[in-house]
């Protein structure tokens, strides 16, 4: 793994801490958010027609995408994101499928 593949992970996980609230440290806590990055990336990136190691990093499009998924998972609720998200996941993968990531 490279260096800057290294800090966009850093800052993904640090980014997620964020959007969960989690302000304080313990081994507990750091283990469930690198859970749950490691299984939504993965459900997402497919979801999305994206390459299933895409690493999801702030300024693209699926960004909020990812944050708004580890929410739903941290509450054991990524079912609900799905639903609540659907319309949202089908446009980004009509995206990638057409050639057209960024539009």
Request: net charge negative.
């Amino acid at each position: 793994m490279d260096h800057d593949t290294k800090v966009a992970m850093l800052d993904q996980y640090d980014a997620v801490r964020r959007k969960l609230n989690i302000t304080w440290e313990d081994d507990d806590t750091e283990a469930r958010v690198r859970d749950v990055i490691a299984s939504v990336s993965p459900a997402l990136a497919a979801r999305c027609g994206l390459e299933s190691d895409h690493l999801f990093v702030p300024g693209e499009q699926e960004w909020p995408l990812f944050l708004n998924a580890c929410l739903y998972e941290f509450s054991n609720a990524l079912d609900d994101f799905w639903t609540n998200y659907g319309p949202e996941v089908a446009a980004c993968h009509l995206r990638h499928i057409a050639g057209g990531g960024d539009a």
